[in-house]
C-alpha cells in the first residue's frame, strides 16, 4: 500500500491497492460501536471477536456487547458530564445508546439496563447489518489489508497483547479491575430492607440495607479478616482508584466505607425517618427484577468468605448469590505516546485503538472511543481527512486526554468536568455556583455539537458516504 502524508498532516491512499474493508477486533462495547458506525457509512465491516472459541475469565456468554461488572451505566441526568457523553452518541445515532434505552431497568437517575436483553438486542442488530461479517475467532496478528481498529477492552488475549507491545515499543500496561457481587431478589429480607432512591431521585428504585454502628464496625472487622483471591499473574497490582475492591477501600481506614459505596447520605429509613449509621444500596440487574448487584462492592474475596461477610448486612442473612464478586486484569496502552486525538496510532494512520484498552474508564467512554474511531476508519478508506471531535464536547475532551495528557504515570480515567474545557473567565463571574457552570458547560458542548455533526453529516452526504 501506497501512504504519502500532505503538509496538513491528510493521509492519501492508493485505493487501488487498498481493501475496501474495517477490521474491528473485539465484540465490546467498543468495537460493536465501530463497527456500526463503519457499516452504517456504506463500507464492508470484518467483526472479530474470539469468545466462545477461546473464553475470558469474565465473560460468561458468546453474546456481542456482554457487560460482565456493573449494569449501570451510570447517571443520565441532564447537567452532569456523564449526560452530556450520552447525549453527544445519542445524537450522533451510536446503537449502543439505543439498546440501552431499549433495555433499560430503574436505577434512579442513572442508565442501568439488563445486561442479557442488552446483549441479545445488540448481538441482533450486528448479526442482521448486511455490511458486517462475523468472525469468532482469536486474532492474533495485526490485520494488514484495510484499516484496523483494536478494541479488544480490558482482556485483550496474549498473543495480540505481544503484537501490542511490538508494535508499540513500550512494556504491557494494566491494572486490576473488579466484578461486585448479584443476589437473588427474592432471597433478600425486605422486613429489613427498605426501597428509596438517594435524595428520592427515581421514587424507589434500589433496595437499601440499613446498619447500625455496631453492626458496620463488625462487617469492617470480618471483612479485614477475610481471606483474598492470590493474585498470580503479576507481582505488582495498580488499583483503578474507581473501582477499589470494598477489603481495600476498608484497609485505609475504618470510615471509609462509610464516605464511600456505603455512604447512607440522602436515605431516610421509612419507618424512623432518618439515615442509618452505613447503607449497602443494591440496584435492578435486569427487566424482570428477580435480581439485584451491590453497588460498589466489587472484591476479589475467596467466594466462601464472600458470603460469609456479605450475608452479616442487615436482610442479606439468607442471600442467594446469583454471581461473586472476581478480579481479573486490565490492559491498556500508554495513549499519549501511540494516539492522536482521531484515536489513529501516530506512527501508522490505517490503525486505531478504542475502548478501554485506550485509557478512558467505563462503558459509555468505551462506546464514544468506538464511535470515533469508527468514523474515522471509514475517513481514511476514502482519502478524506479524520475528524476530531468539538474541543468543547465531552468525546472531544476524551480524546484530548487520552492522546495529549503530560504524565509519567498514564492512568484510565472516566468523564468529568475536569476533563472538560471551562468556562471563560467573563462566564464564570457570571456564574458562579459550581452546578450552574456545570450546566452552562454542558449546554455550551451541545450547542457546539449539534453544529459540529450536522456540518459532518451534510459532508458525508456530499461525499458520498
Known amino acids: ?251 485505609r481506614g475504618p470510615e471509609t466505607l462509610r464516605f464511600g459505596p456505603m455512604k447512607p447520605k440522602g436515605l431516610r429509613h421509612p419507618k424512623t425517618g432518618e439515615e442509618p449509621w452505613a447503607c449497602v444500596q443494591l440496584r435492578q440487574e435486569n427487566m424482570m427484577a428477580d435480581a439485584y448487584g451491590l453497588v460498589g462492592f466489587q472484591n476479589h474475596l475467596r467466594y466462601g468468605e464472600q458470603e460469609r461477610v456479605l450475608k452479616l448486612i442487615p436482610g442479606l442473612a439468607n442471600a442467594e448469590f446469583l454471581q461473586f464478586g472476581q478480579i481479573h486484569r486490565n490492559t491498556f496502552i500508554n495513549s499519549p505516546k501511540i494516539l492522536n486525538e482521531t484515536l489513529a496510532t501516530k506512527t501508522d494512520p490505517r490503525l486505531f485503538f478504542a475502548g478501554q484498552i485506550t485509557g478512558v474508564e467505563g462503558y459509555v467512554e468505551s462506546v464514544a472511543t468506538g464511535w470515533l474511531a469508527g468514523l474515522n476508519a471509514v475517513r481514511v478508506l476514502r482519502d478524506q481527512p479524520m475528524l476530531t471531535a468539538p474541543q468543547t464536547s465531552a468525546i472531544g475532551a476524551l480524546c484530548r486526554y487520552v492522546s495529549n495528557v503530560e504524565t509519567k504515570n498514564f492512568q484510565p480515567v472516566n468523564i468529568t468536568f475536569g476533563l472538560l474545557e471551562p468556562l471563560p473567565p467573563e462566564l464564570r463571574k457570571i456564574y458562579r455556583r459550581k452546578r450552574e457552570r456545570h450546566e452552562v458547560q454542558v449546554e455550551r458542548a451541545l450547542i457546539d455539537w449539534d453544529e459540529w455533526i450536522q456540518h459532518f453529516y451534510k459532508l458525508s452526504a456530499h461525499q458520498g458516504s
Open 1 to 251: 500500500m501506497i501512504c504519502v502524508s500532505e503538509g496538513s498532516g491528510r493521509f492519501v491512499y492508493n485505493r487501488k491497492e487498498m481493501n475496501e474493508v474495517v477490521n474491528v477486533i473485539g465484540g465490546g462495547l467498543a468495537g460493536v460501536e465501530a463497527a456500526w458506525q463503519a457499516a452504517e457509512a456504506g463500507v464492508k465491516v470484518r467483526l472479530c471477536e474470539m469468545r466462545p472459541v477461546q473464553q475470558t475469565p469474565a465473560h460468561k456468554t458468546d453474546k456481542l456487547a456482554e457487560i460482565v461488572c456493573s449494569n449501570s451505566l451510570k447517571t443520565d441526568e441532564p447537567g452532569t458530564a456523564p449526560y452530556l457523553l450520552k447525549e453527544e452518541l445519542r445524537r450522533g445515532k451510536s446503537l449502543v445508546m439505543e439498546a440501552a434505552a431499549s433495555t433499560r431497568v430503574p436505577a434512579g437517575a442513572a442508565l442501568s439496563v439488563d445486561r442479557i436483553k442488552f446483549a441479545e438486542l445488540i448481538t441482533e442488530r450486528i448479526e442482521a447489518h448486511p455490511n458486517i461479517e462475523i468472525r469468532q475467532e482469536e486474532v492474533k496478528q495485526i490485520p494488514s489489508d484495510g484499516v484496523t481498529i483494536i478494541a479488544t477492552g480490558p482482556l485483550t488475549s496474549d498473543a495480540l497483547t505481544v503484537e501490542i507491545m511490538r508494535f508499540t515499543g513500550d512494556d504491557q500496561l494494566y491494572f486490576y479491575d473488579a466484578i461486585a457481587p448479584i443476589v437473588a431478589a427474592d432471597s433478600i429480607d425486605m422486613s429489613i430492607a427498605f426501597k428509596a432512591a438517594r435524595y428520592d431521585k427515581g421514587g424507589d428504585d434500589y433496595i437499601n440495607c440499613p446498619m447500625d454502628r455496631d453492626q458496620y464496625e463488625r462487617f469492617i472487622a470480618e471483612l479485614l479478616d477475610a481471606k483474598s483471591v492470590p493474585l498470580k499473574r503479576f507481582e505488582d497490582t495498580h488499583w483503578f482508584e474507581s473501582c477499589l475492591p470494598i477489603e481495600e477501600i476498608a484497609r
